[in-house]
């Protein structure tokens, strides 16, 4: 009965693709397609010995995107599994105006008109040249390549994704050359690490003082300061482990770590309660398949993708007090809070960003509402709600989702 439900689900997504799609952003820089608010789950890979199935495996897991290349097979493939797609399309030269221009419409042409295009992108990373200050393309050639991009094709937004590292005033000169401002942050780390490409002499890829994953949140709030308030921001998150991407023979087996459940779940909803509007992953083709990583993986992102609906509506302002109980340490990051109303409920998206145990009360004022009963998602049990308080534990860099309904 499942496969059969997720069969019918791939055909109807299949079939609202093959009109073409056309995407946008709102206010508040939630996705829009064909008009319709859309969190995006996307993928970087996919299985290239069994494409078919792997496209299918994304899909029935919740993903909703994937990074296809221009390669019109591979678009078709992911379009039949129900995915839509981003493709590459490169960039202005701006020592050769003239040809890069004409080579940049050509490449958009190429794919414009395919079903299941979403975003175009022109180029990864461009501010951020490894163990350099310069940038890898300059922000002059994106804004230029901008409008020749939407000239040739308007119903497609673009899409650039940024390293973490860079200052956030290099960073917001390239916003007129798109928009989509991504950044991709991978902290799970046992320490010890090879020097390899992309990460610092200290083994880490992130610049910032906090070297827990707690990191992911304060990457997203900086590409939202960069991004402004009504701009797209999508976080790439970590889908392998660093050691695994050396050559086979130099891996050292104690050295291979994968994120865990908790930590994926983690590093999934910091990134949204601090402003993320689509989760993209990067790495699973150095990802075991099948594996633990794997299916701790895909139980995020199908997690998220039953919450689809309450992640694309706008985020509710409402009062929530916050009274942490006494532990024995003291509380540096804490809780943080977004909540989100959908089909008349509540939903309060919390984490703990401290490295230590939590407990608090969450208290709603007056002016939330009257809520009577609250869930508590993907995790068995429910919670009393006194005098519109939650009382609860969070173990460090813990999640919990409550589900709170009239």
Not at 224 to 251: D, K
Request: charged share 20%; hydrophobic share 40%; aromatic share 10%.
């Amino acid at each position: 009965m499942i496969w059969s439900l997720t069969v019918a689900l791939l055909f109807s997504l299949s079939g609202a693709y093959g009109a073409g799609l056309t995407t946008a952003y709102d206010d508040d820089g939630t996705i829009t397609v064909n008009g319709k608010r859309t969190f995006i789950l996307g993928s970087y890979h996919y299985g290239k010995k069994d494409p078919e199935a792997a496209l299918r495996e994304l899909a029935e897991a919740g993903f909703n995107l994937v990074n296809s290349g221009a390669d019109a097979t591979a678009m078709d493939q992911a379009q039949a599994a129900g995915l839509m797609v981003w493709t590459g399309v490169g960039t202005l030269d701006l020592a050769n105006r003239e040809t890069s221009a004409a080579k940049l419409r050509a490449n958009v042409e190429a794919v414009k008109n395919h079903p299941a295009l979403a975003f175009l992108e022109t180029v990864d990373e461009p501010a951020w040249t490894w163990e350099k200050a310069e940038p890898r393309t300059p922000a002059q050639a994106l804004i230029e390549a901008y409008p020749l991009i939407k000239q040739a094709d308007a119903k497609h937004l673009l899409y650039t994704n940024h390293a973490p590292t860079n200052l956030e005033k290099t960073l917001m000169a390239y916003n007129p050359g798109t928009d989509i401002v991504a950044c991709d942050i991978y902290p799970v780390n046992p320490g010890g690490i090879k020097y390899m490409y992309a990460l610092f002499p200290d083994g880490h890829q992130g610049d910032l003082n906090n070297e827990h994953i707690s990191q992911v949140g304060e990457y997203t709030a900086k590409m939202r300061r960069v991004a402004g308030p009504n701009r797209p921001v999508f976080m790439v998150l970590q889908a392998f482990a660093w050691e695994a991407l050396l050559p086979a023979q130099e891996q050292r087996q104690e050295k291979i770590l994968f994120p865990s459940y908790a930590q994926t779940r983690f590093m999934a909803y910091q990134a949204i309660i601090n402003g993320a509007n689509g989760i993209l992953y990067w790495g699973s083709d150095y990802l075991p398949q099948p594996s633990q990583a794997w299916t701790d993986l895909k139980r995020v992102v199908r997690e998220l993708a039953d919450l689809a609906e309450p992640l694309a509506a706008h985020t509710v302002q409402i009062p929530v007090d916050v009274d942490y109980h006494e532990m024995g340490h003291s509380v540096d990051d804490g809780l943080q809070v977004l909540a989100k109303e959908h089909d008349t409920k509540l939903y309060l998206l919390t984490c703990n960003a401290d490295k230590n145990l939590c407990k608090a009360t969450l208290s709603l004022k007056p002016s939330a509402g009257t809520w009577t009963t609250c869930r508590v998602l993907s995790e068995d049990r429910t919670l009393p709600l006194e005098q519109s308080s939650i009382t609860d534990t969070w173990k460090r860099f813990d999640t919990h989702v409550y589900e709170l309904t009239p």
